[in-house]
């Protein structure tokens, strides 16, 4: 037993120096060093094959197709506006009573009609889809999972960057796991919050929308959490608000002073309230509610809640 637990101890800072020299690349969004062992190919691959659980688990598509078009359409306009525009992007309104939104590998982006619900303004719903897209443009995802496998025995074993499976990659993900598997494992650090929230400015900006818009979500978030947060699936996978709003308001002030001009920049609220508010009156309540019901009555589902 000493002796594994001191060949684990050697073993690991050396895969970790191993990982460093073999897997660092420059990121073009964020400009810096970064471990990443997962390919533009292998996040394709992973996206499209984890995405349909996610929808499952999350309620399925809300069912109207106004709302799905809308936050496609937007969704889509930032991926193109970003440094990563030619990846197979897609943006999921899931029908799920949770406050949530989160992405995962290759361009899949998801937001909840628990999120849609508490939002105002078309420059809201851009400051989340572009803070998501951040995360993939940034290869946030990539690297997180990059540092779970290495840290498990798995990834000590293997060794080389490269060999893992599909399997353990979905695994390390969460699909298939217990509930909250894969969110703890991948839950991102701060400077990675900060940085996806500068690219979501960057990117709602270079569309003409209001960067406040970013500083109103958090503030949304901080309200809707006030009340012991049982649907508040965001603030399990993000940092609390309220240092991120004063990051935000700096950013703002230091590179678009101009935020306040209506002709440079706009909030759309009427927009957003005809087509998803009022949409959402509509609908009949939402397939996913953990309130209420389990998210998947089915034991042999395809997996658990992503949160």
């Not at 990982?19 to 996206?47: F, R």
């Not at 290495?150 to 060999?163: D, P, R």
Request: aromatic share 8%.
């Amino acid at each position: 037993m000493r002796y594994q637990t001191f060949l684990m101890s050697w073993t690991l800072p050396a895969l970790l120096v191993l990982a460093a020299l073999t897997g660092c690349s420059t990121n073009p969004a964020t400009g810096e060093q970064q471990l990443n062992w997962i390919s533009v190919e292998k996040e394709k691959s992973l996206g499209a094959e984890a995405a349909p659980t996610f929808v499952q688990q999350y309620g399925g598509d809300i069912p109207s197709a106004s709302i799905q078009n809308y936050v496609s359409d937007i969704g889509h306009k930032l991926a193109a506006a970003s440094e990563r525009p030619d990846l197979e992007w897609e943006f999921h309104a899931v029908d799920s009573a949770v406050i949530n939104a989160f992405a995962l590998p290759g361009g899949k982006v998801f937001v909840t009609r628990g999120l849609l619900k508490e939002l105002k303004s078309e420059a809201q719903l851009a400051g989340v889809l572009g803070h998501e897209v951040g995360h993939v443009t940034a290869q946030h995802i990539g690297q997180q999972m990059t540092r779970a496998i290495l840290i498990t025995a798995a990834g000590v074993a293997v060794g080389v960057a490269g060999e893992q499976s599909d399997e353990d990659w979905l695994t390390v993900l969460g699909v298939g796991t217990s509930v909250g598997g894969g969110l703890y494992m991948l839950s991102y650090g701060r400077n990675q919050e900060t940085q996806s929230d500068e690219l979501g400015v960057r990117y709602m900006t270079r569309l003409g929308y209001n960067p406040v818009g970013q500083v109103q979500v958090m503030k949304v978030l901080k309200r809707a959490s006030g009340g012991g947060g049982a649907g508040m699936e965001f603030l399990a996978t993000h940092p609390y608000p309220d240092t991120r709003i004063k990051h935000l308001n700096m950013i703002i002030k230091d590179q678009y002073p101009d935020y306040k001009d209506p002709q440079k920049y706009r909030i759309h609220r009427d927009r957003y309230q005809r087509t998803v508010l009022a949409e959402l009156k509509r609908l009949p309540p939402p397939q996913h509610d953990p309130e209420n019901q389990p998210a998947n009555p089915d034991p042999q589902g395809a997996g658990d809640q992503y949160r």
